[in-house]
């Protein structure tokens, strides 16, 4: 395992409800100079740092900043035999590049990879996805299978069922999933999944995990479409980071052991249960043109049933964005 420090500044910042700048560079042997830069450069972050007269510095929100032993202790000793590495990063350009990186030549199974920082995270299609300093959980896992590729349809899903279990663990109720790789509440968004697969197509394969979940956002946040935090939706106090990162990695390690041999169809019931878009309306944009129809679940490989005027049809999760239809 390996954990990062963070700047001495924050660090000092978290532990102290505020700090002058003589003080800060007295107890850090800095420059207040070098104060000052690491100020500037957590406000870049996106963690608000106010200073007052006469009181100091101080952070305007609490931080918990990521500690992968308190993660690791939330694990049972059966869970935690079958962890092959917990690292946790300062900053990365992402999560999932890091392991992606490390899948050819670490060939242990379970790695797993977080951080604060994300100079280049990503979501599906390419699109940039950022989170402010301490505002969120960004988290991903490599996982190895047996099997091939085409063995891997409906992980997606099935990683939406445990993200939802995980953050009712953590008294975040009525979370749902809106197929294919967001989970929401009340039609915003609250996570976010991307999965990246390598290996050879008739196997053995890997899949890389990623799971992006807002734990505190500037209301003024140019996410794009509705959203929503942790901390909103638990009356202004988030969960701890920890506790949430350490329920989602022991109820991941479980389900990924459980899907390596069942497939998704272990996890379609309870997909149904916290399906977001089932009976009702959806358009789907598509490389070949819109769909409008109603939602009708989601198949056994993990595919999107819609009834249109046409018939049923399914749609593949690497193909479509999903809109529900308003009009």
Known sequence: MSFAAPPAVLAALVANPALSGAELARRLGLSRAAVWKQIEGLRAAGLPVTAQAGVGYRLETPVELLDGKAIAAEL????????????????LDSTNSALLRRAGGDRRDNLVCLAELQTQGRGRRGRAWHLPLGGGLAFSLLKRFECGLAGLAGLSAAVGVVLVQALADCGI????????????????????????????????????????INLRLDPEAAVGQPWTDLATLAGGVAPSRNRLAG????????????????????????YADHDALAGRPVRVLAPGGDRTGTACGVDAGGALRIRTAEGECRVDSGEVSIRLDDR
């Open 173 to 212: 109720d009525g979370a749902r999933l809106k197929w294919p790789n967001d989970v929401t509440v009340a039609d915003r968004k609250l996570a976010g999944i991307l999965i990246e697969l390598g290996g050879d197509a008739l196997g053995p394969c890997h899949a890389v995990i990623g799971i992006g």
């Open 247 to 270: 329920h989602l990695l022991a109820r991941l390690l479980d389900a990924l052991a459980v899907f390596a041999e069942h497939g998704f169809p272990a996890f379609a019931e309870a």
């Open 76 to 91: 049972a000793p059966a869970q935690r035999s079958r962890l092959g590495d917990l690292a946790v990063h300062w900053q």
